[in-house]
């Protein structure tokens, strides 16, 4: 959709053919979407020389609580000055990494992002993916930075999890200059698009969203988390711990012996996925504070 856009605004004289993300950055894993992962610390090195290459920069080491410095956008800043020419759109992960390492970072850096996209006639695609639909505490992550991307990609929570569905919101300025192009509308393949069912229930996921009880559950699991974290601060193999809404991260000093964590919370009735050094927990909204706590 940006490709097709940059496409239909500057016709032959497009030059922009390139993305610009940040490492550790997860966006999925079709030929497209691996060539905006990171290139180097993800399972994607391994399609090296196939998958198209794109611009990344460092995500700055900037917690929401750390007080915030500009010259944490120098590095960002310098790409798109020295590139702005190439670049299609920056696309991002809002506030917080999934599975590139569960990295939670400073608002300001997405607004700093969305301003320099506003300066030099560059799209923000957001991917919400993951955190869509209030598991940060917002209904959306972008909400955090009071911003608003040009491209929206969301999907897992738009169906409660009972089916596979996704979707691609943008704006009307993207929308209509898509359109205005020689295509005449947004080019795709539509053989997985619009699922009856699955559209069904994203319509009742959405109602229930809609009625915003989601909003109080999100912040007593926080408070919960935060409450039982901050105790495990106290274990020695215990290196970080971080909480943003319904989700919790403790990193350890070492690999997490994947085998011994899920015997354990399966002997509780909970399935958990850790990787590398990292166990995460993203329950859901309904469940009770005794169930959280078990």
Known sequence: MALQ???S???NKNKKTKFLSVNYGYHGDTFGAMSVCDPVNSMHSL??????ENMFVKL???KPTDKWDPKYMNEFEEMVKTHSDEIIAVILEPIVQGAGGMRIYHPEFLRNIRLLCDNYGILLILDEIATGFGRTGKLFAYEHADIVPDILCVGKALTGG???LSAVLCTKDVATTVCSGKAKGFMHG???MGNPLACAIASKSLEIIQRNEWKSQVKSIEEIFNQKLDKAQDISIIKDTRVIGAIA???LSIPVDMKWFREKFLEKGIWVRP???LVYLMPPFIISEKELII
């Open 47 to 52: 399609y090296s020389g196939y998958v198209k």
């Open 162 to 164: 009972y089916l596979t």
């Open 275 to 277: 990787f590398g050094k």
């Open 249 to 251: 991260v403790f990193e």
């Open 9 to 11: 605004k500057y016709g």
């Open 190 to 192: 539509p053989t997985f």
């Open 60 to 62: 700055p080491q900037c």
């Open 5 to 7: 856009y940059c496409q």
